[in-house]
């Protein structure tokens, strides 16, 4: 498991309600933070980085409602019973949109 420090006042920080999580990887990509600045211009919020600061974890799109992008696999901790928090919040944000 690798730990990822979370950006208050984000969306991801609302779902998770924790500063530091820790989540399961297994990939070999990585975003190239030499362009963050560019990317957070165009709307891009960098909302969870590695504990260095160097290896973005987590983005999310500003003023969308449930926008969000991952490094790590949330399906390797989601149980039918107990699934994970995206997953939830992916779920409640379809419907609060469909009602809408």
Known sequence: LYEAILKNNSLIYKIYSEKKIKERHRHRYEVNVDYKDA???????????????????????KGHPWFIGVQFHPE??????????????????ANNKRIN
């Open 39 to 61: 990317f957070e211009k165009k709307g891009l919020i960098f909302s969870a980085l590695s504990p260095d600061g160097m290896l973005p974890e987590i983005v999310e799109l």
């Open 76 to 93: 390797f901790k989601s149980r039918p019973f107990t699934p994970h928090p995206l997953f939830s919040s992916f779920i409640k944000a």
